[in-house]
């Protein structure tokens, strides 16, 4: 079980029970700018510090889902990789009057860059991309696990990967086969685009393994001990007291998780409703990190009104619905649709 900061973690039975040429210039300038590419070799990286002698994953199917999972990262000295396996382009949100209409810069909101110009548009994926970088580098500052160290940016060609077919994505600027890339002495990030709302178990399947071959290349040669996965679903037969969704892209990365827990040498571990008779875990984040990702402030009755604190709510408020805030609670139940509480269940798979 990876190991955890100012947090709590137990196993139990039953969880329930514990209740692009304009997209690379927008988003590289408004972003930390990642080394090159270079040979596979067997050797590991030098840049690779001591105490890191793994390396984990950490996947969401769009960028906004990594809160979902958050309370599982903890104080591990792994080399993490954050991937997002879509630009979210799909996202109605970018439409131009809605992004208007949901974007509270005067309570802390921070505006993507650049302003999204409607579903599918390169500034929609920009703009998405943007706003992940800027949760990740907030979030760091709460949860160092998270932090990559000094980073610059580029552009990396995946695959292909042997008996898993390249994956399409009309709506890809840079094309599916590429990936934007923040790579650190600590951690890196990488940006994939494999299309918002047709995500795939193969793609997921060639995702991991194309990130995996960059090793001993842009990213350091170390064993993979876990792969995390952010991709709450619970739906369509799910248990109705915990908060429904049932996105497909979602779906896809929860079926491809047992195949890819083979990768790792600790198994994979992919969050899940609370009432899962399946789940194995839970982690709970202190009530200071909590506030510190979820975070508002006010008084008063009408949370909606209050300032915007935590990364969450900075970097991605203006894809907050339907309050035009991230609500906040212990669990993800339907009767407060919270979808990133601050205890969290997990399924270990190994």
Request: hydrophobic share 40%; proline share 9%; aromatic share 6%.
């Amino acid at each position: 079980m990876p190991p955890h900061r100012a947090s709590t973690a137990g196993h139990t039975v039953s969880v329930g029970l514990s209740f692009l040429v304009v997209v690379l210039i927008t988003t590289f300038a408004a972003s930390p700018a990642a080394s090159g590419l270079g040979a596979r070799s067997g050797s590991r990286q030098e840049s690779a510090p001591a105490q890191q002698q793994s390396m984990r994953l950490f996947l969401s199917p769009h960028p906004d889902d990594e809160m979902e999972a958050w309370a599982a990262l903890g104080q591990e000295d792994a080399y993490t990789v954050f991937v997002t396996l879509t630009h979210g382009e799909a996202s109605g949100y970018c439409e131009p009057a809605a992004a208007r209409r949901n974007l509270q810069q005067d309570l802390g909101e921070r505006p993507p860059h650049p302003m999204p110009a409607g579903r599918y548009s390169p500034a929609c994926a920009a703009a998405r991309i943007d706003s992940w970088v800027a949760f990740l580098n907030l979030a760091a500052k709460v949860t160092p696990a998270a932090d990559t160290g000094p980073v610059t940016g580029t552009v990396l060609t995946l695959g292909p990967v042997a008996g898993v077919p390249q994956p399409q994505n009309p709506h890809a600027p840079l094309g599916a086969t590429k990936a934007q890339a923040w790579i650190g002495p600590d951690g890196a990030r990488l940006a994939l685009d494999l299309g918002d709302g047709n995500l795939t178990q193969d793609e997921v399947r060639w995702a991991v393994r194309a990130v995996l071959a960059l090793r001993g290349g842009p990213l350091p040669d170390l064993p993979l001990s876990t792969v995390l996965a952010a991709s709450y679903v619970n739906g369509p037969d799910g248990d109705p007291r915990a908060l429904p969704d049932k996105h497909p892209d979602h779906v896809a990365v929860r079926d491809a998780l047992p195949s890819l827990a083979r990768l790792a040498d600790e198994g994979a571990w992919g969050v899940t409703q609370p009432f899962d008779d399946s789940a194995t875990d839970t982690f709970t984040l202190s009530e200071d990190d909590y506030a510190g990702l979820m975070g508002l402030q006010g008084s008063g009755s009408n949370p909606s009104s209050w300032r915007r604190v935590g990364a969450q709510q900075v970097a991605f408020g203006w894809l907050a619905a339907p309050d035009n805030y991230w609500r906040t609670g212990d669990l993800p139940l339907a009767a407060n649709h919270v979808l990133f509480p601050r205890q969290q269940a997990f399924r270990h798979i190994t």
